[in-house]
């Protein structure tokens, strides 16, 4: 019923940039509520970033705030994580995450992994030093 696929990882250079796309197989994507995590080699999964219905209201992990930025395009269904200024440390497989919301349209899903319904297969974001 819900699909989200991940793309745009790769292996970049410490200070350089990426630009993953979450493309959702969602018949109402404008009532989800969406976000992003990440899960390094031996690590547990870590919340990044999170985005509301109508994309006013943000929040960011402390570790990637000035640096990454999300977004989305409910016409296109699909949320971006632009990451700029890599760190070896943003290492990771990136997960997108969908939470319906239908009845907060102003609200993220929030930081905690639990809150989400549904997960993308993730992509992989390699950052040498």
């Known amino acids: 019923q819900v699909q989200l696929v991940e793309t745009g990882g790769g292996l970049v250079q410490a200070g350089g940039s990426l630009r993953l796309s979450c493309a959702a197989s969602i018949e109402t994507f404008s009532k989800y509520a969406m976000g992003w995590f990440r899960q390094g080699p031996g690590q547990e999964r870590e919340f990044v970033a999170t985005?509301?219905?109508?994309?006013?209201?943000?929040y960011y992990a402390d570790s990637v705030k000035g640096r990454f930025t999300i977004s989305r395009d409910n016409s296109k269904n699909t949320v971006y994580l632009q990451m700029n200024s890599l760190k070896p440390e943003d290492t990771a497989i990136y997960y997108c995450?969908?939470?319906?919301?239908?009845?907060?349209?102003?609200?993220?899903?929030?930081?905690?992994?639990?809150?989400?319904?549904?997960w993308g297969q993730g992509t992989q974001v390699t950052v040498s030093s």
């Open positions: 995450a969908a939470k319906y919301s239908p009845s907060s349209p102003y609200s993220t899903a929030g930081s905690r992994s639990q809150m989400y319904d549904y």
């Open positions: 985005i509301s219905r109508n994309a006013i209201i943000t």
